[in-house]
């Protein structure tokens, strides 16, 4: 068995490992500054006593960034590869949530930059599993 990467799966890697990172650092600057993080995130808090979604937010994201570190450590592409489709749920509703909350246009095309990072992730791996099958 050849366990030599090939250039797409460095490339899948490095999607999903960017990915963890950027999650793993939102859900602690979630619980660090709530106030600054939904400012970020495009939906501002009126009161800092508010800041309960923020919490379970960052609960979330750290549940994601500790999931999908381990299915990246352990090599299970195919589950990334679905995980990363199904996650376009999330931006979709965030997104449309900023909208809504008014915030500045720059969130929003943020969190349909993510839908499009998570879509070409699931194709990269896709075609790594593909190719691995």
């Not at 500790?66 to 195919?78: D, I, N, P, V």
């Not at 749920?89 to 809504?100: K, N």
């Amino acid at each position: 068995m050849d366990n030599k990467k090939t250039k797409l799966e460095i490339l899948g890697i490095t999607l999903v490992l960017l990915m963890t990172v950027l999650q793993g650092f939102y859900g602690l600057f979630a619980y660090i500054d709530p106030v600054s993080f939904s400012n970020v995130r495009g939906t501002e808090l009126f009161s800092n006593l508010d800041s309960d979604w923020v919490n379970i937010y960052g609960s979330r994201t750290l549940f994601i960034t500790l999931t999908f570190s381990f299915l990246l450590y352990a090599r299970h592409y195919s589950i990334i590869m679905w995980c990363a489709l199904f996650a376009t749920v999330m931006p979709i509703t965030d997104g449309f949530l900023a909208y809504q909350a008014e915030a500045p246009i720059k969130v929003v095309f943020k969190h349909i930059a993510t839908i499009l990072y998570l879509i070409i992730t699931f194709f990269v791996l896709k075609t790594v599993v593909n190719k691995k099958a």
